[in-house]
């Protein structure tokens, strides 16, 4: 397994968490909720009606824009799952197809981190 380890590392990017999407969803759903009370209070001043209508549009915008923002975002999180559950079964895959190959990839996973070239290989050998 000595020598030049070609950088083959083909695996898409997985990671993430819940936290960035769900501050930009919630800022989405206030900017819009806060452009739908706009409009309302727009038309309602025009034509001379009170904040019932404003507060009533704002209450149903903030429902509809929680139920549509947990919703996309369940939609979201539910599609990276399939993604790193896909990637752990072509990794599964290529392991029965070329161990040797997926050894000398995790080597220079590691050298790249840092890890000398032999030390590297000889944990990618422990860990196959």
């Known amino acids: 397994m000595s020598g030049t380890i070609p950088p083959d590392d083909h695996h898409r990017d997985v990671t993430g968490g819940w936290l960035r999407p769900a501050v930009f969803g919630a800022m989405d759903g206030l900017v819009s909720n806060f452009a739908l009370m706009a409009g309302v209070a727009g038309g309602s001043a025009a034509m001379g ?62 050298v790249r981190r840092g890890v000398d070239l032999e030390l590297a290989e000889a944990v990618a050998m422990q860990l196959g």
């Open 49 to 110: 009606e009170g904040t019932t209508g404003v507060v009533l549009a704002g209450l149903a915008g903030l429902a509809a824009g929680a139920f549509s923002m947990a919703a996309g975002e369940y939609t979201s999180v539910a599609s990276q799952a399939e993604l790193a559950e896909q990637e752990f079964e072509n990794e599964r895959i290529e392991l029965r197809r070329n161990a040797e190959g997926e050894a000398k990839e995790l080597a220079q996973i590691w």
